[in-house]
């Protein structure tokens, strides 16, 4: 038990999809039992495994940590804030957090529209090319936000279109994203803050139809109050 806990905490402690080799090194634990135990890992979806080997905390993980949660106030206050800003807007509202090149959502609250669109808690997508990434890369150096767009590869843009975009998202606080990774669907992220440290992105998303770039300004207030809401219950210590 213990190696598996060391094991999880190596993980979840890297910035980057950690391989099997990278985390025998941290614990000081054999390679061949690190490989091992991370394959069980991922086959009870503790762990996620990208194409290139390497791993990711699992969907499962998150949901357990949203049980274990959700009774509790900061958690409560969480999902106050994305409920009610889904019922103000009528759209899905999400909370996201980076994990290596992802994006992971930790909190939603779903639209009650017949068309809409579902973010459930676990998801995992890249990062590049989606409003919520935007959010989540503004502040990463250059060399980070350049690295982790070309291990996104063809299909997301040409790079100097995708960090100007960055640019764009940290000088003006958001950033908005239609037809990216799912036709037809838009989405519009804000930063939450603890402090001067992005900690995540709140994202409303829906039918484009229901949510054309030039609607975005009468969303940014709820959207901005929303984060503010829940910042202070995202701290990292």
């Not at 091992?36 to 905390?57: F, H, N, Q």
């Not at 949203?66 to 509202?93: C, F, I, N």
């Not at 804000?190 to 900690?199: C, I, M, Q």
Request: aromatic share 2%.
């Amino acid at each position: 038990m213990q190696r598996v806990v060391a094991i999880l905490e190596s993980v979840a402690a890297s910035p980057t999809p950690a391989t099997a080799a990278r985390v025998s090194e941290d614990i000081e634990l054999s390679l061949s039992t690190v490989s091992r135990i991370m394959r069980e890992l991922a086959d009870e979806r503790m762990l996620d495994r990208t194409d290139e080997g390497s791993y990711l905390l699992g969907a499962r993980m998150f949901r357990l940590v949203r049980r274990a949660r959700e009774g509790g106030e900061p958690m409560a206050v969480v999902h106050r804030a994305l409920g009610e800003l889904r019922d103000r807007t009528g759209e899905t509202a999400s909370l996201n957090v980076r994990r290596g090149d992802n994006r992971v959502c930790i909190a939603s609250a779903d639209s009650r529209q017949e068309l809409r669109r579902v973010v459930p808690v676990g998801d995992a997508i890249p990062m590049v090319g989606t409003a919520t990434g935007d959010v989540l890369m503004a502040d990463l150096p250059p060399a980070e936000q350049t690295a982790l767009i070309d291990r996104a590869g063809r299909g997301v843009g040409s790079r100097v279109d995708l960090l100007a975009r960055l640019e764009q998202t940290a000088g003006r606080g958001w950033s908005v994203q239609s037809d990216g990774l799912v036709a037809g669907v838009t989405g519009v992220a804000v930063p939450v803050r603890a402090g001067n440290e992005l900690v995540a992105a709140l994202t409303l998303s829906g039918p484009t139809t229901r949510l054309p770039e030039a609607a975005v300004g009468k969303l940014l207030p709820d959207l901005e109050d929303a984060a503010a809401r829940i910042a202070p219950w995202l701290g990292t210590g």
